[in-house]
Structure formats: structure tokens, C-alpha cells
């Protein structure tokens, strides 16, 4: 079974630019996260989603970033303008309660450098 | 969502067996431990969870005390692909508020070295 799939892996940007991130979740899962993690921390919520809806985005920046999980799927995460305190590894992570018992998966993660 | 108190680093030699610990005090009756472990430029992969009893898997044998204020993550013969941070997280059971996400610490950075 393939894992949660994230792109791009690595990405450096100018401060004020646009990026955009991608992520598939596990096949089946209904639950996807997204999570940002500076250097040296653990990882910490951004958004949840239950299939499309976004049902905790408490944690996520409103002014500049934004998220989409169109049809319940795969889902993007948007920075614009992004700054140079965004540099970070965002993390997409998707779980299902009924098949793997809650237990959350990770993706690989995007690198984000803002220069 | 209980807090957990993990020593920020630890070593252990090659083909020994890894004791982590975690202290979680203020654990509520129904929270679960869940351990991940993150490796270095890659995310954070699941270990093993449990409530109260001991657990095993093919990764690591997980023991709770009995008063379940902490538990002890054991990897039992270490190798040097093993060497990453190991994040202790107590997570409130799925049918509760707060169920669906993890809330990390700084975890113990665990050395394995030859």
C-alpha cells in the first residue's frame, strides 16, 4: 500500500512569492492533516480535514496561507505572500478511524526555504 | 491533551536494546500512549500505541506502569538506522474530543553508535 505522497520535496523561494504544496493521502483515509515543523521542534497542526471539510484550521495563518481538499482527496496547501519566517517542512499526514484505528501517517514532508 | 516529559537525548551502542522513557503524570484514564519516531529529513513514522498493557510489534516492545504515569518505548537490539528523534504522545481514545491529531513535544534525540 503506498504511503501519504508529498511534492515537492524541496523548494526555495523568494520572500513575498507564492508556493504551493501537494499532497495524496493513504487510499481510503478520510482524515487528512497538515502540519508545519521548524528546526529543531515537533511538528505542529495547521489544518485537519474530515473527507473536504475543514473541520480544525484553529492553527492555520488566515492572511497568507490557504488549503483545499477538493472531492476529499488529495489536497494543496497555498503560502502567498510567503515570509521569511515560513521556512519550515510542512507534513501531510492522513489517518482513517475505521481501517487503521486512528493511527495518523506521515508524508515525507516539503522543505520550504524562503530566502 | 496530557503532557509528556522525554530526556532530550540518549545513546546507545550498537546491537543493544534502547530504553526511552516517557513520563506522563497527568495521563486521564482513557488517553493512549502513542510513540513516532522521526529520522533525520523524513516524516515522522508510527511505532506502536497502547492503553494499559504491554504491546509488541515488529519495531519495539512499548511498557506502561501499572499506574500508567509512564511508560518505556524498547527497541531491542538497536542498529545505527535507528538513530532519530522518538516522540512520546498521549492522545485521547478515537470516540473523544481532541481524538483526531497528535500534539507534539520535542521528543529524545536517540544516538546509536557503533
Known amino acids: 500500500e503506498a504511503g501519504v505522497v508529498q511534492s515537492p520535496r524541496y523548494k526555495i523561494i523568494e520572500k513575498k512569492q507564492p508556493v504551493a504544496f501537494w499532497c495524496n493521502p493513504i487510499s481510503g483515509h478520510n482524515t487528512l492533516y497538515w502540519y508545519r515543523q521548524n528546526l529543531g521542534q515537533g511538528p505542529e497542526l495547521l489544518i485537519r480535514y474530515e473527507n473536504e471539510e475543514a473541520v480544525d484550521d484553529s492553527q492555520l495563518p488566515k492572511d497568507r496561507f490557504s488549503a483545499e481538499r477538493l472531492k476529499g482527496v488529495d489536497s494543496t496547501l497555498k503560502i502567498q505572500p510567503a515570509e521569511l519566517g515560513d521556512s519550515a517542512v510542512y507534513l501531510c499526514?492522513?489517518?482513517?478511524?475505521?481501517?487503521?484505528?486512528?493511527?495518523?501517517?506521515f508524508g515525507e514532508g516539503s522543505w520550504l526555504t524562503v530566502v | 491533551d496530557a503532557k509528556t516529559t522525554q530526556p532530550p537525548s540518549m545513546d546507545c551502542a550498537e546491537g543493544r536494546a534502547a530504553n526511552l522513557p516517557c513520563n506522563h503524570s497527568t495521563i486521564s484514564g482513557n488517553e493512549y500512549v502513542y510513540w513516532y519516531r522521526q529520522i533525520h529529513s523524513q516524516g515522522p513514522q508510527y511505532i506502536i500505541h497502547g492503553l494499559k498493557n504491554n504491546e509488541t510489534n515488529e519495531m519495539a516492545s512499548l511498557i506502561i506502569t501499572e499506574d500508567r504515569k509512564s511508560s518505556t518505548l524498547i527497541l531491542p537490539h538497536a542498529t545505527l538506522r535507528d538513530t532519530a528523534v522518538y516522540y512520546c504522545?498521549?492522545?485521547?481514545?478515537?470516540w473523544g474530543a481532541g481524538s483526531y491529531q497528535l500534539t507534539f513535544g520535542k521528543g529524545t534525540k536517540l544516538s546509536v553508535i557503533p
Open positions: 504522545i498521549v492522545r485521547p481514545p478515537p
Open positions: 499526514a492522513s489517518g482513517d478511524t475505521l481501517r487503521s484505528g486512528n493511527t495518523i501517517y
